[in-house]
């Protein structure tokens, strides 16, 4: 069972990403997934998270209007297109796979993590 994130790099304020988690070893149809990010010296904060099938997305108040989650089940990958990129967006991001929708932004009800890919926002 993997998960796997990528898609991070340094980006001026105001530039754009894209994350992408491909989940792979196991079927995730049951999930829903989700997007968490960690700055330096900081606890791991929900971002993002969507039922695999594209249902239900849901956002944390800081990225609201600017990040969206989407799925693509053919590929079984989770995205997360991030615009308008501040500095305090800078962590790392970091996406996961939870069995019951309504703990999705609930850290520790996470059973599978991927590896985390960086995000750097420079102002």
């Known amino acids: 069972v993997q998960l796997q994130a990528s898609g991070g790099g340094l980006v001026q304020a105001g530039d754009s990403l894209r994350l992408s988690c491909t989940a792979s070893?196991?079927?995730?149809?049951?999930?829903?997934m989700g997007w968490f990010r960690q700055g330096p010296g900081k606890e791991r904060k929900f971002v993002a998270g969507?039922?695999?099938?594209?249902?239900?997305?849901l956002y944390a108040d800081f990225v609201k209007g600017r990040f969206t989650i989407s799925t693509d089940n053919a590929k079984g990958t989770v995205n997360l297109v991030m615009n308008s990129l501040k500095p305090e967006d800078t962590a790392v991001y970091y996406c996961?796979?939870?069995?019951?929708?309504?703990?999705?932004?609930?850290?520790?009800?996470?059973?599978?993590w991927g590896q985390g890919t960086q995000v750097t926002v420079s102002s």
């Open positions: 996961g796979a939870v069995l019951l929708y309504r703990y999705v932004r609930i850290r520790d009800k996470y059973a599978y």
């Open positions: 070893g196991r079927s995730f149809s049951d999930y829903t």
């Open positions: 969507v039922r695999l099938s594209g249902e239900n997305p």
